[in-house]
């Protein structure tokens, strides 16, 4: 072989060792974090508990004084269509307005370069019916009963999915005089109520606004923007004044299926 062809085949090697290096094997056995951060908006402004004002899409005026819901079932997809679940006992989070740090859900996945995110708006029928010694920290019911900001219907054996509570002057007055309303929305088709079935699969792309690049010793973080005023605007214009409170009812698949339009990618810090 001539020497510049002996020349020109190391350069070729090299170069292809190179690129490899740059692009590690999916499910390789390496794994580094992910996080999906969940950023609560009402159209172009953060949402902030107690103080925030703002205008929903029939022109009703609200605060907002509660705001909280599960994502679970998180699935990854390669940007060569290679997909991976998150183990499922690793997949349950409950993110709540009132702490930060429940609103960077952080997982472990393999290396690799990924496309899309999909995720559950719920807990799924499978969990909920679950034995209770299966359903531990933010799914255990005695720590996330219905009362002071819980997640769990006692009387009716499920967890609330999406919980949101707040002040409107369009709401009927309480007793002690607060016009206050309250959307507790739950259901996934099981024990009193099979046709009432809430739980929602949501995919966003990441390949516009960035695909979340994960290496061995760094992180990724998927910057996702969650809107509550489409909460209220969809297929349904929820009005406060007519539904100030919606629970376990028909009239909560309406708002259902406005909320699963709430979630939208934004970017990908790598």
Known sequence: MKP?????????????????????????GLKSSLTLQFDNIAGAANVQLNTGRYTNSVGEDFTITMLQYYISNVQLTTTDGTKYAVPQDSSYFLVRESDPATQFCKLNVPLGEYRSVSFVLGVDSLRSTMDVSKRTGVLDPAATGHDDGGMYWGWNSGYIFFRMEGISSFAPADPAGLKKFRYHIGGFGGYSAPSLNNIKNITLDLS????????????????IMVDVLKMFNGATDVSIAANPTVMFGDYSARVAANYVQMFRHDHTEN
């Open 208 to 223: 516009a606004n960035g695909t979340a690049k994960v290496r061995e010793g760094r992180s990724s973080n998927v910057h």
């Open 4 to 28: 510049t062809s002996i020349i020109i085949l190391a350069l070729i090697i090299f170069s292809s060792c190179k690129k490899n290096s740059d692009q590690p094997a999916v499910n390789a």
